[in-house]
């Protein structure tokens, strides 16, 4: 049973390729929407970074796979899904200037952790863990995209859930919402139960929540009501 629960990151890259698909295709059809650019890279970068923890169950730990599922998953495995958020809450201006400021941290952190120390003798051949960081300061810059993604992306989902409920709007937009709100949480819960060692609730809780969030973008995207609240990108 634990050998199959390790071969799930598999099936969370095959899923985040699929609704990768989904949202280029739908952007190729508006190009001008920045939040379905900003979904179609977060997808993408989460299933970079359950690809990464697919390598290291299949063929052990690596230090590229390390440093590549680092900055996928702990800096960016929620952000640029936020952006998108971001894009559909806020004027356009202000999201351009957040975008600017999120990728500018973004990328000096990601330089960190490219040139951080490894702690060899801390490596698990298994398991792919930030304590191997010889810098221990460069894991401090996660929790502000972290924030960054709960705030947007998780808030967002839960603002416009509230907001369609109380106007009576469409059913399935607050399911939509709810659905995505759940699904971006669960995989920072399953990222807590790492720290104790139970790296295999994070891959079950990444696999969930994608396919929670897919299932809130195809709730949604298949209202066709107009909206200006929507947390995610409607179709």
Request: aromatic letters at 10%.
């Amino acid at each position: 049973m634990l050998d199959v629960i390790r071969l799930l990151p598999i099936a969370s890259t095959l899923v985040a390729a699929g609704f990768t698909r989904v949202l280029y295709l739908r952007w190729r059809e508006a190009p001008g929407k920045r939040h379905l650019l900003w979904w179609m890279i977060g997808v993408a970068l989460f299933g970079v970074g359950t690809a990464t923890e697919a390598i290291v169950g299949i063929a052990g730990w690596s230090e590229p796979v390390f440093r590549a599922w680092y900055i996928s998953g702990a800096l960016l495995g929620g952000a640029p899904l936020a952006q998108g958020t971001v894009y559909l809450m806020v004027s356009r201006d202000r999201a351009d200037r957040l975008t600017v400021a999120m990728l500018s941290y973004a990328s000096i952190a990601a330089v960190f952790v490219l040139l951080t120390p490894i702690a060899f003798d801390l490596v698990d051949p298994d398991r792919l863990s930030s304590r191997v960081i010889v810098w221990s300061w460069v894991r401090l810059f996660s929790p502000l995209l972290n924030t960054y993604a709960l705030v947007f992306l998780v808030g967002g989902a839960i603002v416009s859930a509230v907001r369609y409920r109380r106007r009576g709007g469409s059913g399935a937009r607050v399911k939509g919402n709810v659905l995505i709100a759940a699904g971006a949480l669960l995989p920072g819960i399953g990222g807590s139960f790492t720290r104790l060692g139970y790296v295999e609730v994070l891959f079950v809780m990444e696999l969930v929540g994608l396919v929670l969030l897919w299932a809130g973008y195809r709730a949604i995207a298949a209202d066709e009501s107009p909206s200006i609240h929507a947390a995610v990108p409607a179709a």
